[in-house]
């Protein structure tokens, strides 16, 4: 039997390659696209969020009927600080980004396919079928690289409804004046409605992070501190995002060998923060607007992004050596502490990943929150693990 012919398949129904769908279907329908999925929804179980600052104008036009929820501000609570920020936050549910795929491409969304294998120009299915493309774009999210060395975001999140209002109007982006560990912790929450709270127990460290167990027991302890009583629980997602601290761009992408990618996958992610929406969104915009999709053009253009990416994130991988390699972890909270003392400009541009020569010089400028040797060392990144790495 003939294989499938399609102009882009898109392997994996996650964030990246969503986004690509739509812009997609929005700037040129005629496209024959076709996303597979192997588990029974695309999105999986996940809530990204993203800063007002983060997007165009434009972007946030089309992203538009992805968002669940949208804020006025957040805030953020350390030890002797408690600052609100007045940028809006918006958050997108798995359930919500589902429900979006499958109105947008109908027939063209396969669920429950699990991939066998994939090239630049073809895909094989578990059950033995083949499809092909001018270009497959693997977006099936992270995989560890020798070419990157990170560090963690290891984090449990779990959504209830609550017996009583928890009096909360905007997102806690980060409670660190809690317990510590072996490295920076911090409680996320975002609520939902009146009644109903995401609270994540995260974690920034060097290795898989504390066992789901000991997060449950985080997250039930952190509401009884705050006066909430837990009623049901929803659901619970978990997950680790890569903190990139050095690596060989060049040769991540030699590893690539021509296969397109897109998302985590292709290592486009805030190198200190993890998220991903931002970067997807940009990518998104610069698949939908390549004129030649076959594999090896669009391969490039990917690449070429990625590189350029990359170079700007380059302060951002000193920032996570010294979040990471320098000081006790169990003072390493002071690092963001300082950071959240600055003007709120400086920290939107932050998130956005656009900071100027000035933010740069303001983030170092002061009294260091960690040793100033220690920091010195992990800047120059003067540990086993990073020697080999030596293009930041």
Known sequence: MAAEQWDLILAGGGLANGLIALRLRERRPKLRVLMLEAQDAPGGNHTWSFHHDDLTPEQHRWLAPLVSHRWQGYDVRFPQLVRGLERPYYSITSEQFAQVMRA????????????ASLSPTLVTLADGSCLTAGAVIDGRGYRPEPAVITGSQAFLGQEWTLRAPHGLTRPILMDADVAQGN????????????TRLLIEDTHYVDDSGPDAARARTHIRDYAARQGWI???MLREEQGVLPITLAGRIDRFWR?????????????????????????AAALAEIVAAQPDLRAPALFNAIRQFALTRWRRQRFFRVLNRMLFLAGPPARRWTVMRRFYQLDDGLIARFYAGRLTVADRARVLIGKPPVPVGEALLAILKCTPRLRAHNNG
């Open 183 to 194: 490295g920076y912790r911090f409680v996320y929450t975002l609520p939902l409605s009146a």
């Open 255 to 279: 590893q690539r060998d021509g296969q397109p990618c897109s998302g985590l996958r292709a290592g486009l992610y805030h190198a200190t923060t993890g998220y991903s929406l931002p970067d």
């Open 104 to 115: 947008a491409l109908g027939e063209n969304l396969r669920v429950n396919v699990p991939i």
């Open 230 to 232: 837990l009623d049901e």
